[in-house]
Every structure is written in structure tokens, then in C-alpha cells.
């Protein structure tokens, strides 16, 4: 089982950061591809930036391209969503996700992420 944990949601500011992690004690997380995706109440669950195997390729959404940065930290067995310049369009329940081991490569459809995290609630003030 992969376990994923998010944690370092909470209130940023307009123009702000944030830096959200996700974990997964237990195992090790470089062996998978990770994405982040995020929901805002009424409107759809959207692919923000993934990274695949091994630090290798990532792919972002146009509306954080430049914004946030996804990188992985193999000492700490942690995937990280650096959020800079942050706008009220952010704030939405951030949810990590992972596909099964052997994906290497990451997408931002859903449609191949097996576990998820228990989502962390991000809100951006104006």
C-alpha cells in the first residue's frame, strides 16, 4: 500500500508563497511519478504539476506555469509544490497523488493515479 500524507496548507497571501509537501512513510516515494492536483468548490479536480520517476520530466498546468515549482527530496522521502505569487485562484484542497510503481512517466488526467492523499486546504486572501 502507498500511504500518501499532504501536509503545509493554510492561509497565504496575495503575491505570497507556500510550500506544501507530501510523504509517504514507510516507502519510498522516488520510485514513484507524483502529481499534485487541486479542487475548488463547484468546479473541476485540475492537474497541477506532476513529476515522474526518479526526478526526472514535469509537466505544469498553464495556470501555475512559472508559479510552482514540484521537486522532489530523496533525503526526506518528501515530494514538494513550492506555490509562489500566489492569487485567490489557488484556493482550492490540494490532494497528492501517485500512479502505480512501474508509471513512470506523470500526466495531469487522474485517470492513472491510484493513491491519494487526504487532501490539505489552501486559501489565498485578496
Known amino acids: 500500500q502507498l500511504q500518501l500524507v499532504e501536509s503545509g496548507g493554510g492561509l497565504g497571501q496575495l503575491g505570497g508563497s507556500l510550500r506544501l509537501s507530501c510523504a509517504a512513510p514507510g516507502l519510498t516515494l522516488d520510485y514513484y511519478a507524483i502529481a499534485w492536483f487541486r479542487q475548488a468548490p463547484g468546479k473541476d479536480l485540475e492537474g497541477v504539476p506532476c513529476?515522474?520517476?526518479?526526478?526526472?520530466?514535469?509537466n505544469y498546468a498553464d495556470s501555475v506555469k512559472g508559479r510552482f515549482t514540484i521537486s522532489r527530496d530523496n533525503a526526506k522521502n518528501s515530494v514538494f509544490l513550492q506555490m509562489n505569487s500566489l492569487t485567490p485562484e489557488d484556493t482550492a484542497i490540494y490532494y497528492c497523488?501517485?500512479?502505480?510503481?512501474?508509471?513512470?512517466?506523470?500526466?495531469?488526467?487522474?485517470?492513472?493515479?491510484?493513491?491519494w492523499g487526504q487532501g490539505t486546504q489552501v486559501s489565498v486572501s485578496s
Open positions: 513529476i515522474s520517476r526518479s526526478s526526472g520530466s514535469t
Open positions: 497523488a501517485a500512479p502505480r510503481r512501474l508509471v513512470g512517466l506523470c500526466v495531469l488526467s487522474a485517470l492513472p493515479y491510484n493513491y
